[in-house]
T-cell receptor, first 114, second 109 residues
Framework: ETGVTQTPRHLVMGMTNKKSLKCEQH?????MYWYKQSAKKPLELMFV???????ENNSVPSRFSPECPNSSHLFLHLHTLQPEDSALYLC?????????????FGEGSRLTVL | GQNIDQPTEMTATEGAIVQINCTYQ??????LFWYQQHAGEAPTFLSY??LDGLEEKGRFSSFLSRSKGYSYLLLKELQMKDSASYLC??????????WGAGTKLIIKP
């Protein structure tokens, strides 16, 4: 138990579906992150929120849409995805967003796009 | 470009010692992390090095040489539960976190 909870753990969707991934952290952290993890590849940072404000968007396609309603919750809205978007999506949080402190990860949402 | 290199896979024997290397080429340096990730689980923090030298934490130690752009994670008295992927990551001068692809460690009895 890392203090970061992600739901759903597994998701299968068609290319025309709309779904959302949810992340909640109970650690009192100020920064939250979405990462994409594909087999044998480095973690890819997608979005960063510091104090609910988006501070990074690493050239992520618009079919991924993040939402951060408060410091404890983070969503990733998915629509019109492609099969190559199938991956493990990890949420993480930290005290601040300067990457000098420990990241706390959720267990991830395994996404399969058919 | 920025790059982190670590072996894709390593195999070791229960009770033995294994060293997982990580070399990096980044624009500046503000620290190096090691994370452990068991299959199907969240990555969890193992160590953080910002100064040269060896940091020991129980059976795990992490070494850093900034002049060589090199780190290693040393695991002693290996146990079956140490079978996992080990991720190396470096914070660059812009405080961006650059990740390696991870090393899958297989422990055999």
């Amino acid at each position: 138990e890392t203090g970061v909870t992600q739901t759903p753990r597994h998701l299968v969707m068609g290319m025309t579906n709309k779904k959302s991934l949810k992340c909640e952290q109970h650690l009192g952290h100020n920064a939250m992150y979405w990462y994409k993890q594909s087999a044998k590849k480095p973690l890819e940072l997608m979005f960063v929120y510091n104090f609910k404000e988006q501070t990074e968007n690493n050239s992520v396609p618009s079919r991924f849409s993040p939402e951060c309603p408060n410091s404890s919750h983070l969503f990733l809205h998915l629509h019109t995805l492609q099969p190559e978007d199938s991956a493990l999506y990890l949420c993480a949080s930290s005290l601040a967003g300067e990457n000098t402190g420990e990241l706390f990860f959720g267990e991830g949402s395994r996404l399969t796009v058919l | 470009g920025q790059n982190i290199d670590q072996p894709t896979e390593m195999t070791a024997t229960e009770g033995a010692i294994v060293q997982i290397n990580c070399t990096y080429q980044t624009s500046g340096f503000n620290g190096l992390f090691w994370y452990q990730q068991h299959a199907g689980e969240a990555p969890t923090f193992l160590s953080y090095n910002v100064l040269d030298g060896l940091e020991e934490k129980g059976r795990f130690s992490s070494f850093l040489s900034r002049s060589k752009g090199y780190s290693y994670l040393l695991l002693k008295e290996l146990q079956m539960k140490d079978s996992a992927s080990y991720l190396c990551a470096v914070t660059d001068s812009n405080y961006q976190l650059i990740w390696g692809a991870g090393t899958k460690l297989i422990i055999k009895p």
